[in-house]
């Protein structure tokens, strides 16, 4: 039997730093797994992914999202439903990309162990997928990189809370619909 995943909890602090950082943004992805109560604000950049539609979304989430370093999930209070989805989402993450993630892992370790050089880490992956350089240079993009998938810590009623007004991260904003909250 296998052990579920831990799942990380992102504060909003952490979250609004790295949407304003020009280089950490275009590394993060936001998934908004609200249904109907998606109305009265979202995360700006966020992707609207409602709950209803999330299994026959995943295989298209992984595929567009593998280059991406973190992928955020959350709901409104981020209990359920975007804890759900991101241990969903990191299973079909598993699924479709295990073997690669797999692969690099042991490549990483064994470049560490054995003092490797680009040549020996191109011959003992050969075609398998791209690695980064043991000289620490950026290499293209590998299939199935290692990504750290995360759920808002509060969801969005926390971050609305904080940024709610705040145009620079959060779009459409009615704060009206939040004050039964």
Not at 47 to 74: A, M, N
Not at 147 to 175: C, H, I, M, N, S
Request: aromatic content about 4%.
């Amino acid at each position: 039997m296998q052990a579920l995943p831990t799942l990380h909890r992102m504060p909003t602090t952490t979250l609004s730093s790295l949407l304003l950082s020009p280089t950490a943004s275009a590394k993060i992805a936001v998934i908004d797994v609200r249904d109907s109560d998606h109305a009265g604000g979202h995360i700006r950049s966020s992707i609207h992914v409602p709950s209803s539609t999330l299994d026959h979304r995943l295989p298209e989430l992984v595929r567009t999202l593998r280059s991406k370093e973190k992928v955020v999930f959350h709901c409104a209070l981020s209990q359920q439903r975007g804890p759900g989805a991101a241990l969903r989402y990191m299973g079909e993450r598993e699924r479709m990309l295990g073997g690669a993630e797999a692969e690099k892992v042991k490549v990483d370790k064994k470049v560490a162990e054995e003092g490797l050089s680009n040549k020996d880490v191109k011959s003992a992956v050969g075609d398998k997928g791209k690695v980064e350089k043991v000289d620490g240079t950026q290499a293209e993009e590998e299939e199935g990189k290692q990504q750290e998938v995360w759920v808002l810590d509060g969801g969005f009623v926390k971050w609305q809370e904080k940024y709610g007004t705040d145009d620079r991260l959060t779009e459409d904003y009615a704060p009206d619909i939040w004050n039964e909250y």
